[in-house]
């Protein structure tokens, strides 16, 4: 099987040396746990490590925040946009009316930077934001479907990013991304401690078990030795 190391450091030993190639992850977690840095540090490593350059898509916050979340970990990445390895870009919409039609405009204009950039890695974040646009769960959860068909099309080893209320059990935010994608990984903050538990992997082996990570100077480092009960987190 081809893979596509995220770059994360001691997570790859997780999953048995990287995320399926193609596949499409769901990185969850509450509010602060890292699911963004997690995103930032795949397309980051992805560029710098293996040439393979990244398009990070956002629904919400200051692009320029990102930016400024990245160089804090001293992460250089100008030249990466000056070779096309790595961009930033803002989904557009603009009011709640015919969302569905300006998502499907927006996948085009995505089809377009990932066939210009020959991209290989793709970072959404984050799907839950989609629920300010369409509050009601049923045509939520339909486009939820049609937008991860169609980003599957494009080729990309895909992560998407959702935020949910924090517990243990909550792997996503509608109930139903999940059973959408290939994998889940869920993040966990229970302060002081960090935690990743890697619910499911398709096509390949992974551990089974939640495992202890920090956020350090340089970016998200997880600790494949060392295993945390999963009742030490509520």
């Known amino acids: 099987m081809e ?32 699911k963004t840095i997690f995103g930032l540090s795949y397309l980051y490593s992805g560029a710098k490590d293996f040439n393979e350059a990244g398009l990070y898509i956002t629904l919400e916050g200051n692009l320029q925040n990102l930016i400024w979340n ?16 790595f961009k930033i870009y803002k989904l557009n919409l603009h009011t709640t009316e015919n969302v569905e039609r300006q998502i ?17 890695r793709l970072v959404v974040d984050s799907t839950t934001a989609l629920g300010v646009w369409i509050p009601e769960q049923g045509k939520m959860r339909h486009l939820l479907y049609s937008f991860a068909d169609s980003l599957k099309e494009l080729g990309c080893t895909t992560i998407l990013i959702a935020e949910t209320r924090g517990g243990k059990l909550d792997f996503s ?18 302060p002081p401690n960090r935690s990743i538990f890697i ?30 009960m999963w009742e030490a987190i509520k």
């Open 3 to 34: 893979r596509t190391q995220t770059g994360v450091k001691g997570f790859d030993e997780l999953i048995a040396g990287g995320f399926p190639k193609g596949s499409t992850v769901l990185v969850s977690g509450g509010a602060g746990t890292g």
């Open 70 to 85: 990245m160089e804090s970990f001293g992460w250089d990445i100008k030249p990466l946009q000056d070779t096309n390895k």
């Open 104 to 120: 499907e405009e927006e996948l085009k204009v995505i089809a377009k930077l990932v066939k210009d950039m020959r991209c290989k």
């Open 173 to 190: 935010a509608f109930g139903v991304e999940e059973f959408l994608v290939d994998g889940v990984v869920s993040l966990y903050f229970v």
């Open 199 to 228: 619910r499911k992997m398709r096509g390949t082996n992974h551990s089974k078990t939640p495992h202890a990570f920090n956020i350090s100077e340089i970016g998200i480092e997880v600790k494949p030795r060392d295993e945390i």
